[in-house]
């Protein structure tokens, strides 16, 4: 299967380039996994799509402002770090641009000295490691000095750092958001539970390797970088619950989806675990554990819209994406959602009226 085989047209001016003022007024267009079938809804009624038993996963991971700026200390020239995995105490693995200009031993001044770094080694694909240094505590420097680092087809400023996070956002340690979850408001979960539906918080910490483009023609030859997660005993008991109860497991978003999957054993249970995934979903894979995901509308060509393509079928997927380009539907990290259900062969899955 080649990469071209999951392109599509998708003008500019779709390109979402500011979120909603409310979270949950996203448009959501709904599609029947196993027939292609299109229905136009809202995010706020997401619960119409729900039932009782049914479980939704969370990625409860946050953002970090990753991205700073910083000047080089030989020659007063900028530099743009972007800190993408943290490998011991104060040493980062990070993406540098200009690369070429941060070579090993090249020291970078941040906030007039209030922290600097320098570089290590070069490791996989240009990255930098940096080992930084500073008085007082990390995270706090870093919430003072660095920006939130929004995907490239993002021009706009972000004028409130919190709305690149979900409101369920517990653990530091993503360079980018789980942008499905920037839906739901407390007010919306609050509705979710109370109808009878359980929600289980994952962590999976999103590397920049999941948007990273497919460079390869042959997608199987395309490697994906691992990220860390971990799955508590609370969020794989009301899973298994899930899946053994006759209930659906709905993933909200590709990371919380590619997170079980790599967990879960044979039969699609999953046991309190951590560690690191690399997995990479495209079509041909038979899904294990998840019966319905919630996502954004992905770039073309990309590792996001093969997983999707996956669980709904690539001809299905186009056709969708089609009719919400069609349909004016804005697309990627704060454009609209779209859900794709499933049905388990002993419930009716069809909206609740």
């Known amino acids: 299967m080649k990469t071209s085989d999951f392109y599509f ?3 500019k001016e779709q390109i979402a380039q500011d979120p909603l003022d409310d979270r949950s007024a996203s448009r959501m267009l709904v599609m029947d996994r196993q027939t292609g079938d299109l229905e136009h809804s809202t995010f706020q009624h997401i619960t119409d799509y729900l039932k009782p038993g049914d479980c939704l996963v ?3 991971t946050k953002v970090i402002p990753a991205r700073l700026i910083g000047i080089r200390e030989e020659t007063g020239a900028s530099i743009e770090i972007l800190l993408l995995k943290r490998r ?3 040493v980062w693995e990070t993406l540098v641009k200009p690369g070429k200009k941060a070579r ?3 020291r970078i001044i941040f906030g007039d000295g209030v922290l600097t770094g320098e570089v290590m080694d070069v490791v996989e694909e240009g990255n930098r490691l940096i080992r930084f240094s500073y008085d007082g505590i990390f995270e706090e420097i870093l919430d003072v000095l660095g920006q939130m680092p929004l995907p490239p087809y993002i021009t706009h400023e972000l004028k409130d750092k919190n709305r690149y996070q979900t409101v369920y ?3 530091d340690g993503s360079a980018a958001a789980p942008t499905a979850g920037l839906h739901f408001t407390p007010e919306l979960l609050k509705s979710v539970r109370e109808m009878g539906v359980d929600i289980a918080e994952i962590t999976l910490h999103v590397g920049l390797g999941t948007f990273r483009p497919v460079k390869e023609e042959n ?6 970088h691992a990220e860390s997660y971990q799955i508590d005993e609370d969020a794989a008991n009301k899973i298994n619950r899930a899946h053994d109860g006759g209930g659906r497991v709905v993933c909200i978003g590709t990371t919380s989806c590619r997170t079980i999957e790599a967990a879960a054993d044979e039969n699609g249970h999953l046991a309190p675990c951590s560690g690191w995934t690399d997995i990479f979903i ?3 894979y038979q899904f294990r554990v998840m019966d319905c995901l919630v996502t954004n ?3 073309p060509e990309s590792t996001l819209i093969m997983l999707v393509s996956a669980f709904a079928g690539r001809e299905h997927v186009l056709a969708a994406y089609d009719e919400a380009v069609r349909e004016g539907y804005r697309f990627f990290s704060f454009g609209d959602a779209m859900m794709i259900t499933d049905c388990r062969s002993d419930r009716d899955c069809s909206p609740v009226q």
């Open 9 to 11: 047209e998708l003008p």
């Open 58 to 60: 969370l990625n409860n």
């Open 88 to 90: 011991e105490n104060d």
């Open 104 to 106: 090993p031993g090249t």
């Open 169 to 171: 956002a517990k653990y």
């Open 219 to 224: 997608i199987t030859d395309h490697h994906m």
């Open 282 to 284: 495209y079509p041909g």
């Open 297 to 299: 509308f992905h770039l």
